[in-house]
């Protein structure tokens, strides 16, 4: 059985924007897109643990350190 978020909602995947961080990591994610302050690019959204931590390991294996949010929707 996988673990959901306790609360129903998702983890947000996303990483503060610095230099040529979307570019970069439109190249692992190319559907990344900037949050609409500009301040974040984000990465994707999971109801599954266990898909958030294969996100993740991607992620870091190219050089990406990324941050996880859970959402309540």
Do not use: C
Not at 18 to 43: C, F, H, M, Q, W
């Amino acid at each position: 059985m996988k673990k959901e978020t306790t609360n129903g909602g998702f983890y947000k995947v996303n990483v503060d924007t610095t230099g040529n961080t979307l570019a970069e990591v439109r190249k692992v994610i190319p559907d990344a897109y900037l949050s609409p302050e500009g301040k974040y690019v984000y990465l994707g959204a999971f109801k599954s643990k266990d898909r958030l931590k294969q996100h993740l390991e991607l992620l870091k294996e190219k050089g990406i350190t990324a941050r996880v949010e859970e959402s309540d929707s």
